[in-house]
């Protein structure tokens, strides 16, 4: 009898499984498909031919892919390469306590392309993945003008504080802030714009709010002080370094692949103004698929008549993590990063820079978004990448971000 098995059947979304495949012939020629079903309705899917081994087994951690949504070696393929039924929807878990994401792994005798109803697999079998972990508790924060959500893990604590940013498409995404929370930190999920009772639009970055948001973090009693850590993507990534520059509670920034400069939006914090540079969307182009480059809207940040516009960074006294991945199609990420680290001290700062990596770099195991809708566009965006060296980035910056919030959250907790 032919048998599938994913192990562990139960698992952190950000953690690896195995999928075995046994009881074929010898050399026989299968098809192994990957799918789940989102929150929305919409299938993402993968599928990769096989020639079982001697013993009649398949195991794509050990065997190459003879062709379909991958080839070669690659242990985690039917994972990395998930796409959509339908163009440009990106893979999202907005319900992150409620429910694991169902994956379904299927194989099916020789080459099949596509499945129709008339096509039953040999074995099937499913497995879990979770994006919290037993024992994370969401808490909906609605304290003064903040909206979020807090995660936090089991236990009395207190724990490190994270605040958690996401970019222009506004609204609230935890799914990182869940799987953070299940590493051992107190993840703020924060929005800042387009949810609840919030401004619909992002007019302007208000550093009172994100103070406040900070406040409402520290001041919790299982969070751990007296400083706290931000990550922060996209436009989230400008945010974040703003933050650690005029917010000296924030002692651990990761910033991917996000700006230097204000852009769009000026920034406001008591006094102080911060005007923008605004966007040239005269310079956006529409490629074949129908999707927007934006990657020469933004100026040139070296231009003098935009130094006005840049976040003072020489002004952090904290250690600033820079991630970046070199095939971005939103914007120049990596001049971005150089541009703020010649203004910061050696010692302050980190690069990780990501050949064949795209806009959106996140927690490993999660398939390449190469292009999708977001709200705020009338067209789909282009975000850049290669789905292998994408993968591999993600695992390898996910585990320098835990080290780096680890390290640097807990000597900020010694010095209390």
């Not at 914090?269 to 966007?279: E, G, H, M, R, S």
């Not at 993600?394 to 209390?416: D, V």
Request: proline share 9%; net charge neutral; glycine share 10%.
């Amino acid at each position: 009898m032919v048998e599938v098995t994913v192990t562990p059947r139960s698992s952190l979304a950000d953690r690896p499984v195995r999928v075995h495949v046994r009881g074929l012939s010898p050399s026989q020629l299968v098809t192994l498909r990957a799918w789940l079903m989102d929150e929305q309705g919409e299938r993402f899917q993968a599928r990769a031919f096989f020639h079982a081994d001697g013993m009649g087994e398949v195991d794509p951690g050990y065997q190459p892919a003879l062709g379909g949504s991958y080839s070669g070696l690659c242990p985690m393929g039917l994972l990395w390469f998930l796409q959509p039924d339908t163009l440009f929807r990106r893979l999202l878990k907005r319900d992150v306590t409620g429910s694991p994401f169902l994956i379904h792994v299927e194989v099916f005798d020789g080459v099949h392309l596509v499945n129709g109803p008339q096509d039953q697999p040999l074995a099937s079998c499913e497995a879990e993945r979770w994006f919290v972990g037993p024992g994370v508790q969401r808490v909906p924060i609605r304290e003064g003008r903040v909206r979020g959500a807090l995660f936090l893990p089991p236990g009395p604590g207190p724990f490190p504080g994270v605040v958690d940013l996401f970019g222009g498409a506004g609204g609230l995404i935890e799914f990182r802030a869940g799987l953070l929370a299940s590493r051992g930190f107190a993840v703020l999920a924060l929005a800042f714009f387009a949810y609840d009772d919030l401004p619909h639009t992002l007019s302007q970055l208000d550093m009172d709010y994100f103070e406040e948001a900070t406040t409402v973090l520290l001041q919790h009693p299982k969070v751990r002080g007296p400083g706290l850590g931000v990550i922060g993507v996209s436009k989230g990534a400008e945010v974040a370094l703003a933050m650690a520059t005029f917010l000296p509670q924030v002692v651990a920034t990761v910033w991917i692949n996000g700006t230097a400069f204000l852009h769009g939006n000026p920034l406001v914090y008591k006094d102080l103004y911060i005007p923008a540079i605004p966007y040239g969307l005269e310079r956006v182009t529409i490629t074949e698929m129908g999707a927007l480059d934006n990657s020469a809207v933004f100026s040139d940040p070296q231009d003098p008549t935009h130094r006005s516009s840049a976040i003072p960074v020489e002004k952090i006294k904290g250690k600033v993590l820079f991630v970046v991945g070199e095939a971005d199609r939103s914007l120049n990420s990596k001049l971005f990063a150089r541009l703020a680290m010649a203004r910061m001290p050696p010692g302050q700062c980190h690069l990780l820079s990501y050949p064949g990596a795209g806009h959106l770099i996140e927690p490993p195991c999660s398939p390449l978004c190469s292009i999708s809708s977001i709200r705020s566009s009338p067209l789909p965006l282009l975000w850049g990448g290669e789905v292998k060296p994408h993968a591999k980035a993600q695992e390898h910056s996910w585990k320098e971000i835990i080290r780096f919030l680890e390290q640097h959250l807990r000597c900020a907790a010694g010095k209390l």
